[in-house]
């Protein structure tokens, strides 16, 4: 490959990597929520840092604490006027449970949306998921339900990284190489989040979206309002089985 093309590659791969994609997948015959429902909004999961020069994450905790306060002000204004009696908490203690429950429930949670995350969206498929959508909380989530009065919960997990200074240089050195033909440039910060909501009536996952973003900053409101617009905005419904059951997915690309 020659030292223009190169430079073409590199160049090209830098414009796919701002772009905003989301991917939407719903249980067989989910419709959003109206009327008289309860819902309760948990306390977004956040973890901001930077990429150090060997490409490892470092959190840093008042990035966190300002991108989780930012994301919790976003979801607020989101969801005024979308009907229903909808709760929003900043803290543990706010969710109407014995906060080392609503812990639980959060882990598990996390430890959920990875698995959707890696069996509906990586490829990485389940024999027995395969063909749908098939994913819960179990009895905990709907002990919570019980407990609380509450008919659905979202949940929101977000991770935003930025490069550090030597993870700059590390891409630059990387991108001199490109104009002499040797192509290989190293990533840099990047959003990833998802977000699912779930029946507490049943326990079952109902809707779920992933984000991913090589651009935006939670750490700022502007910023954070863009990733609630886009992992939060458009909930659409599933669908009948048809063909092979699975979910079909609602995908967007944005720069």
Not at 46 to 67: K, L
Not at 173 to 199: H, K, N, W
């Amino acid at each position: 490959m020659g030292a223009g093309r190169s430079i073409v590659v590199a160049g090209a791969a830098m414009v796919l990597a701002a772009c905003t994609h989301t991917k939407q997948m719903a249980d067989t015959g989910f419709v959003p929520p109206e009327g008289s429902y309860r819902l309760v909004v948990m306390r977004p999961d956040v973890s901001v840092g930077s990429i150090t020069t060997g490409g490892g994450f470092e959190p840093r905790e008042e990035w966190t604490t300002q991108a989780r306060a930012n994301l919790v002000a976003s979801i607020e204004r989101q969801q005024v006027g979308r009907g229903g009696a909808v709760t929003i908490v900043s803290t543990r203690a706010q969710a109407g449970a014995d906060p080392a429950r609503v812990a639980d429930l959060e882990r598990l949670h996390a430890a959920v949306g990875r698995s959707i995350a890696t069996h509906k969206y990586a490829g990485l498929k389940l024999p027995t998921k395969k063909d749908r959508f098939d994913w819960t909380l179990g009895r905990d989530a709907v002990a919570y339900g019980q407990a609380t009065g509450y008919d659905y919960a979202l949940f929101v997990r977000a991770q935003d990284s930025f490069a550090s200074t030597g993870r700059v240089a590390v891409q630059a050195v990387a991108f001199l190489g490109c104009m002499v033909g040797v192509c290989l440039m190293p990533g840099g910060g990047r959003q990833e989040a998802f977000a699912s909501l779930v029946d507490l009536k049943t326990g079952r996952v109902v809707w779920f979206n992933t984000l991913s973003s090589g651009s935006g900053d939670i750490r700022e409101q502007d910023g954070a309002d863009r990733m609630v617009a886009n992992l939060l905005g458009r909930m659409k419904p599933g669908r009948d089985a048809k063909g092979d059951g699975d979910p079909r997915p609602v995908s967007t690309a944005t720069r």
